[in-house]
């Protein structure tokens, strides 16, 4: 059974330094963790990684550069993409057997990130793309931000949104006050990363993106970033948003659910009775979420799925996702 992970990160020196170049440090806190072996693991695409990848029983990792990416270095951002993506390209070509890659885009340039990805996928074999919330000031359901969407949607390349730090207002409102480390966390890993994404996901199918573009298929790890939780009170927009359907077929037609490390049977249970055990995926968020003792594959194992199940959550749900990309059986 064929283990695929699809929401595993990697970090680059000249990312790390595009970042402290703007003190992108001061505005998100996330940039902050990216350090000891976190940052060791992250800047790793051979030796250790696909040794830890057998250690916890993982075939496969698709990597994604990690969060805030490159949404606040502006107009610096498109040749950095670039790069970035033809040097993952390089190491997935070095290990095709283990390697595969989402596209790095220069999103505050949307135009610009929409050739990428487009060059991502058809020239570069990569099987969609990660967003990490918001570029700047907007969020993902900007206007500006459509051609990302409408290109996704037309290679039939799916999007994974990344949680990153809230605006500074949100967290001086809600993540503050408590201690410096606290205040972090609680902003970042601990919750507000969550409850960001999962508002990201939210303004976009309100926005109506999934009436303009119904093939478009977007991705939430953490089982959901806590939208599905709350399914049944989302079901109250449909008294008020005018969308051509209801907030449930969305989650069932335009939404695919991801792990991320967090190895909880209910949650599966969860996740796969608002989207659908077809459209439940596995990952775990590698570096961030690595533990030893075969951990993947266990959970794998005991999540209480059968046996075709679980084939279809640890790769085939995933391989029927992706077949319709350029090159790959599905589009030309």
């Known amino acids: 059974m064929k283990l695929i992970a699809i929401e595993e990160h990697f970090l680059t020196p000249e990312v790390e330094g595009a970042?402290?170049?703007?003190?992108?440090?001061?505005?998100?806190?996330?940039?902050?963790?990216?350090?000891?072996?976190?940052?060791?693991?992250?800047?790793?695409?051979?030796?250790?990684?696909i040794a830890l990848m057998d250690e916890t029983g993982v075939d496969g990792q698709v990597l994604s550069l990690t969060t805030p990416a490159l949404h606040d270095l502006g107009p610096n951002s498109i040749d950095l993409a670039r790069r970035i993506n033809d040097?993952?390209?390089?190491?997935?070509?070095?290990?095709?057997?283990?390697?595969?890659?989402?596209?790095?885009?220069?999103?505050?340039?949307?135009?610009?990130?929409?050739?990428?990805?487009?060059?991502?996928v058809r020239t570069l074999g990569f099987q969609g793309t990660m967003l990490c919330g918001r570029v700047g000031a907007a969020n993902?359901?900007?206007?500006?931000?459509?051609?990302?969407?409408?290109?996704?949607?037309?290679?039939?390349?799916?999007?994974?949104?990344?949680?990153?730090?809230?605006?500074?207002?949100?967290?001086?409102?809600?993540?503050?006050?408590?201690?410096?480390?606290?205040?972090?966390?609680l902003a970042t890993f601990g919750l507000g990363w969550?409850?960001?994404?999962?508002?990201?996901?939210?303004?976009?199918l309100l926005a109506g993106h999934f009436d303009r573009m119904p093939r478009l298929q977007l991705i939430l790890g953490h089982w959901g970033e806590l939208v599905l939780f709350y399914a049944e009170r989302l079901s109250a927009f449909d008294r008020v948003s005018?969308?051509?359907?209801?907030?449930?077929?969305?989650?069932?037609?335009?939404?695919?659910?991801t792990a991320s490390g967090m190895f909880f049977p209910h949650y599966l249970e969860r996740a796969a009775s608002v989207v659908g055990k077809d459209r439940i995926l596995f990952s775990t968020d590698y570096p961030y979420q690595y533990r030893p003792g075969r951990d993947a594959r266990t959970f794998l194992e005991n999540c209480g799925?059968?046996?075709?199940?679980?084939?279809?959550?640890?790769?085939?749900?995933?391989?029927?996702?992706?077949?319709s990309l350029p090159g790959r059986g599905g589009a030309p």
């Not at 994404?197 to 303004?203: E, L, P």
């Not at 799925?305 to 077949?323: C, P």
């Open 305 to 323: 799925l059968d046996a075709n199940e679980q084939d279809d959550f640890a790769s085939g749900n995933w391989l029927r996702l992706t077949s």
């Open 242 to 257: 005018a969308l051509k359907k209801p907030v449930a077929t969305y989650l069932r037609e335009n939404l695919h659910v």
């Open 140 to 185: 993902l359901d900007d206007a500006s931000l459509i051609p990302i969407f409408e290109t996704a949607e037309a290679l039939g390349a799916p999007v994974l949104l990344h949680p990153r730090a809230a605006p500074q207002a949100v967290r001086d409102a809600y993540y503050s006050g408590i201690s410096p480390n606290i205040d972090e966390a």
């Open 19 to 49: 970042w402290a170049s703007i003190k992108l440090e001061l505005a998100d806190p996330s940039v902050a963790i990216h350090r000891g072996d976190i940052k060791r693991r992250l800047r790793d695409l051979t030796d250790e990684r």
């Open 194 to 204: 969550h409850y960001d994404a999962g508002i990201q996901f939210i303004r976009l």
């Open 87 to 120: 040097m993952i390209a390089e190491a997935v070509a070095r290990r095709p057997d283990r390697l595969q890659a989402f596209a790095t885009l220069p999103v505050p340039a949307p135009d610009d990130a929409a050739r990428e990805l487009e060059r991502c």
